[in-house]
């Protein structure tokens, strides 16, 4: 079965998508937890470590950051080259996605974003790579 090189690129780049948007989703939602086990060691006595603004800010901040880096990382490891649409559709579109649905996991460790969301993402992200033909050799 013979792949076009649009079909390979597409496909490198939702396997890319999947594992960014993986990777970040965990970051973000590691906010509302570590906010969680900050109000557990107040209540116990302890010194505050973060407070729920700075847990919340430091999960976004850390999530908007990880999207682009493993975006372009993963095609560059794909050995796909003219990746930066890519990257710049992907990491708009996860502050979009993210912007979007914030309040479904602010306040509830280990919840999800909307699959639907996560699903739109994923797709135009990996078709955001089809303007670029790759460099044929």
């Not at 306040?107 to 670029?132: C, E, I, M, N």
Request: no cysteine; aromatic share 6%.
């Amino acid at each position: 079965m013979d792949v076009s090189p649009f079909g390979r690129r597409v496909g490198k780049a939702l396997i890319v998508t999947v594992i960014a948007t993986a990777i970040s989703h965990l970051l973000l939602s590691d906010g509302p937890s570590l906010s969680l086990w900050s109000q557990a060691s107040e209540n116990m006595g302890e010194a505050v470590a973060f407070s729920d603004d700075q847990a919340f800010t430091m999960a976004v901040l850390n999530t908007m950051i990880a999207m682009p880096v493993v975006l372009w990382a993963g095609m560059r490891l794909l050995q796909e080259r003219r990746v930066y649409p890519m990257v710049l559709v992907g990491t708009l579109g996860w502050f979009a996605t993210v912007g979007n649905g914030i309040d479904s996991i602010d306040d509830h460790p280990g919840a999800l974003l909307s699959l639907g969301a996560l699903a739109a993402f994923a797709a135009v992200t990996a078709l955001s790579s089809l303007p670029h033909e790759p460099r044929r050799t």
